[in-house]
């Protein structure tokens, strides 16, 4: 028997239940051996449910009890659960989560316990949800150098772009649209500020790159300037806007990036639509692939985390290796970080913005007659904000390209 302790009861932890009773067979035979759900942590009681009496408030009963083999950290928020999945690792119990803040903060940390203890700390649902990303990036993408990443990579954001693109709707009107629906937390600001996906990218970056990337040093910027009137833009220029985590293998070091980029329709993230998400990861001999999915919901999420069960119980004893040393990457300085930028500027002030930085191509549109947007050449960061800075009054908005 493998006795499995869930560490939170909510949304995700009473998925992770459903899935191991509902699936009991197919898990049995994968794992050759029975799955069951021993113990769950939580504050609260749940009367009528069927695993009420599992239920218990201390965790010490857990750290205890020698028959846990693994334990699934869905608490959320970073304090006790770190706490806790530490504790347990030293234990030598496995732990599987979904956390991503944890994984990002202490995913190094956590790691090179698990493997002085014999056991593992496995984190698949933290990033894609149900996506499968982390086991073959490490995995079936074992041969590759990673030269980048590139990910749509939190359902919030791209409905609400969605709605903005198809619907034109104004950002506040799509807000609150997505918090009545479920999609959007009422203090939206992890996702609509990029931080969920910045958490995400430097996962999957630190994986890809083999050192830490530590999400505190990549440039982070959200979707709450982006209005009906960007997309108009877009369209004329056959793009469409998409909040993007975007990594790069340049030389060694690593370029990162959370931001609003136009996007081809000649790229396949273009067709990924509302609450879902895709990740592009190029390898230097397969070229591009694609992951695409949900990246969130109660059921998407725990199936990931079951997956992790299916893979601590048949290594039990050992370390599930994972390629993240404890060692921190390089950044890329902002003055070698260049792109094109989409920039809506007042047509009065289009000759001094283009002296100062190269102008391609311009687009219109008939009802911003007091305005004009132009297409950038590539340009550093670095010149790019110097400009921006200088001429602050001048720039309504800007976007990068993809």
């Not at 549109?365 to 790019?384: A, R």
Request: glycine share 8%.
């Amino acid at each position: 028997m493998i006795h499995v302790a869930l560490l939170g009861y909510g949304t995700v932890g009473s998925g992770v239940a459903e899935i191991i009773e509902k699936n009991c067979k197919e898990l049995s035979e994968r794992c050759s051996d029975e799955v069951e759900v021993k113990y769950i942590l939580d504050l609260r009681d749940f009367p009528g449910d069927p695993n009420e009496n599992k239920v218990v408030h201390d965790i010490s009963i857990i750290e205890n009890d020698p028959e846990i083999d693994i334990a699934v950290e869905a608490m959320g928020g970073i304090g006790k659960a770190y706490e806790f999945t530490k504790a347990l690792l030293s234990r030598s119990v496995s732990v599987c989560t979904s956390n991503k803040a944890v994984v990002a903060e202490y995913g190094v940390e956590l790691l090179k316990i698990a493997k002085e203890n014999h056991c593992s700390y496995l984190f698949e649902a933290s990033v894609g949800g149900g996506i499968p990303i982390l086991r073959p990036l490490k995995d079936c993408l074992g041969a590759e150098r990673i030269e980048g990443i590139t990910g749509i990579l939190n359902g919030t954001t791209n409905y609400m772009l969605t709605k903005m693109d198809e619907e034109g709707c104004e950002y506040d009107a799509v807000l609150k649209e997505a918090q009545a629906k479920g999609y959007a937390e009422q203090n939206p600001e992890a996702d609509v500020c990029g931080h969920d996906a910045c958490r995400k990218i430097a996962i999957l970056s630190s994986l890809a790159m083999g050192k830490t990337v530590n999400y505190k040093n990549v440039h982070t910027e959200g979707i709450t300037n982006i209005g009906k009137n960007d997309f108009e833009y877009a369209k004329k220029l056959n793009c469409s806007i998409k909040l993007l985590g975007l990594s790069r293998d340049i030389d060694g070091k690593c370029l990162a990036i959370v931001a609003p980029f136009m996007v081809s329709k000649d790229s396949p993230l273009y067709g990924v639509r509302g609450v879902f998400n895709g990740i592009m990861v190029k390898g230097n001999m397969v070229g591009d692939t694609l992951f695409y999915g949900q990246g969130a919901g109660k059921l998407a999420t725990a199936s990931a985390i079951v997956s992790d069960i299916v893979e601590c119980a048949n290594n039990k004893g050992k370390t599930i290796e994972c390629p993240w040393k404890d060692e921190d990457v390089e950044f890329v300085p902002d003055e070698k970080k260049k792109f094109e930028y989409f920039i809506r500027v007042k047509r009065e002030d289009l000759n001094k913005i283009s002296e100062c930085i190269g102008v391609k191509d311009t687009v219109s549109i008939d009802s911003l007659n007091d305005e004009i947007g132009v297409v950038s050449e590539k340009v550093s960061e670095v010149k790019f904000y110097e400009m921006k800075n200088r001429f602050e009054g001048s720039i309504v908005n800007f976007v990068r390209f993809l």
